[in-house]
């Protein structure tokens, strides 16, 4: 069965309902090259619709992770809409449901494009001389280097297939350590090998040897390569700070541009200084020390990574 894909345009975001099967073939392409299409002439608010979508396997999740990973770099972003039980639970099982955001209403999901208290944005500046102490860059790496970091973060792989063909691949690594890293590839590079990988939002760029290929999917392999020596990969460039939660092992919210977002990536505070306030009441609710959040006790809830 054909995928329909239709757009129209609302508030200036891009509505794409979709209709049918999302399956390996002509129904993947359609929505890689239309959806690429989009992102490449400039459309940076984009909702897919899944009402209609009756089944999506593994390469449709990975045409997913790609578009999103493709839209990261250019400062757009996809929601998704309307997602079935089955998409959300393979999204949520593979811990990629933090690379999407996910809405249910229509709605909602266009008024998300407008974050909230823009006009707060320049006391957000501050943030930067306020948690990031002058050593972050040499201190925290090291502190760090036993630590896994179960965040999204857009990268671009150039490698060498398993046949010897060149291959380049915008994707997502959803797994990240100082030392390496988990990246979903659609193609298997050969254990023992190099790649080269760069992360834009991190300005970070190695070459890496790839240590382990596994199949998170007949269509997905998840590929983990270590760097090489003394090489240490660092999110101290990154605007987006996640506030990580190592007794969970995941984020429970990030700061971007001043504002405060939870897990649904719903604006509901802003930095003030060393101070995290609602942006409904304007009263603290969290506390900032170094690299760290926390609660009006003192009780931390997340480092800053």
């Not at 309902?17 to 929505?31: F, M, R, S, Y």
């Not at 909702?47 to 045409?63: K, P």
């Not at 996640?242 to 505070?269: N, R």
């Amino acid at each position: 069965m054909a995928l329909e894909y239709t757009t129209r345009t609302l508030d200036s975001v891009t509505l794409v309902t979709l209709k049918g099967t999302i399956a390996a073939g002509e129904a993947v392409d359609t929505l890689h090259c239309k959806t690429q299409a989009l992102i490449d002439t400039g459309a940076n608010k984009i909702i897919l619709d899944f009402a209609e979508v009756t089944y999506v396997d593994s390469a449709g999740i990975g045409t997913l992770i790609r578009l999103a990973a493709a839209a990261m770099p250019k400062g757009g972003s996809l929601r998704l809409l309307n997602l079935t039980k089955h998409i959300h639970d393979a999204l949520q099982i593979s811990r990629l449901s933090s690379v999407f955001e996910i809405y249910d209403d229509l709605q909602k999901a266009i008024a998300s494009f407008a974050p909230q208290a823009k006009k707060e944005v320049a006391a957000g500046e501050q943030l930067k001389t306020v948690f990031l102490p002058p050593d972050y860059l040499e201190e925290k790496p090291q502190r760090r280097t036993g630590q896994r970091w179960y965040i999204p973060v857009p990268i671009r792989v150039k490698g060498v297939r398993l046949d010897g063909s060149a291959f380049e691949e915008e994707t997502i690594a959803a797994d990240v350590s100082p030392t390496g890293m988990c990246i979903l590839l659609t193609v298997a590079a050969p254990t023992g090998g190099e790649v080269f990988v760069s992360a834009p939002d991190e300005k970070f760029e190695s070459p890496a040897t790839v240590i382990d290929v596994g199949h998170f999917s007949p269509h997905m392999n998840r590929v983990r390569v270590r760097f090489p020596g003394q090489t240490v990969f660092c999110r101290a460039a990154a605007e987006k700070k996640y506030v990580y939660d190592y007794s969970a092992d995941t984020w429970v919210a990030y700061i971007l541009g001043g504002i405060y977002y939870d897990t649904k990536h719903q604006p509901f505070a802003r930095v003030e200084g060393q101070r995290i306030v609602s942006l409904d009441s304007g009263a603290e609710i969290f506390r900032l020390r170094l690299d760290c959040v926390y609660d009006l006790h003192m009780t931390c809830i997340g480092h800053l990574i």
